[in-house]
């Protein structure tokens, strides 16, 4: 995420910056806890004097902050927080190009449905993202496939030991497990159930809605735990992203020399919203930002779209944000050699998907 906002600021400073300034970006670290969060948040407005906040990365994180935002009416530009417990709030100074938990549950039924699974399971964190998203994937399962046996674990993502809730799998394997946490935890969850020969397998599908397969330490963390691991993802190099996102992609990868991933576009869609609004508002006023992030049409790296006023978990949202499908077949396959089994302009293949053996 930071080396999309670094590629962004870089690009607009290049081009003379905002209104004739140049941006300057102060980072804080909330180091996964919504305290840390709420701290910094305070920090960045009271002492900083930021005009805008872009981040972070975990819905626990993001409620808290939000509050602070609020308080000082300062926008605040979500950039990979899915809980849909955030857009229910109905902030104005909060704004959501990220991807939502409702609209995960959406594409993971429907995957679901069409592979014909009967019983599934699913670990969760111990977060609002967590929680919140396997409930979404149980209210998207009864209305897609309503005969689906569906049950939910939620796991401390603290711990190292997640055998006890994946053993018991062992002797009554489900058609499959789904995976709804972020690392380091999903890491140690993914490697104990292929250890365990609980998932994949050839009776258990492994279902990831976190998008885990595009981050740069996935490969190493996981191995041959990874191999036939189907992935609810936000970027794949064959869905197409415009021009714009080609250059961010390419800087990326000149600069890191790994794929571009979802998180590079989302960062940088989220910097380019604050400028964007900035130009559009001629100001760096918080109200002036707010009331042009609201009304403004925007086209960034991932394509155009304009936020939503939909009260409930529409709200400030990027509603019909892309998703991909792929699954990948080979250890320490990158993205973009896997198989996309959905996309934008893809409609589900399921008969793409192959079992463990």
Known sequence: MKDGLEIVKDMVNKQGGVNGQQITLIYEDDQGIPEKGRAAVEKLITRDKVVAIVGPHQSSNCLAEIEVAKRYDI???????????????????????????????????????????????????NTDYGIGQAKAVAE??????????????????????????????????????????????AYIVMNQLYEQGVAPSDKTWLYDGAGLGDYPDFWQNVKEAGKNLIEFGLYHPNMGVPKLGQEVGKTYQEKTKHEPNRLIYQAADSLLLVVEAIKNAK????????????????????????????????????????YVTYQFTEVGEPVSKTTLVQGPNLPLSVDKLKKAK
């Open 140 to 185: 998207a399962l009864k209305k897609k496939s309503p005969n689906v046996e569906y049950h939910f674990e939620t796991l401390d993502r603290t711990s190292k030991d997640f055998t006890p809730a994946i053993v018991p799998l062992r002797s009554n394997p489900p058609d499959a497990v789904l995976m709804m946490m972020l690392p380091p935890a």
């Open 75 to 125: 926008p605040y530009v979500n950039t990979n927080c899915w809980s849909d417990d955030i857009r229910k709030k109905g902030y104005k100074q909060v704004f959501n190009p990220a991807n939502y938990n409702s609209r995960v549950a959406f594409a993971m039924a429907e995957t679901l449905s069409g592979l014909g699974v009967k019983r599934v399971v699913a670990f969760c964190e």
């Open 283 to 322: 100001s760096t006023k918080p109200d002036a930002i707010i009331k042009a992030l609201e009304s403004m049409q925007f086209s960034g790296v991932r394509g155009s779209f304009k936020f939503s006023e939909e009260p409930g978990v529409s709200y400030h949202q990027w509603v019909d944000i892309p």
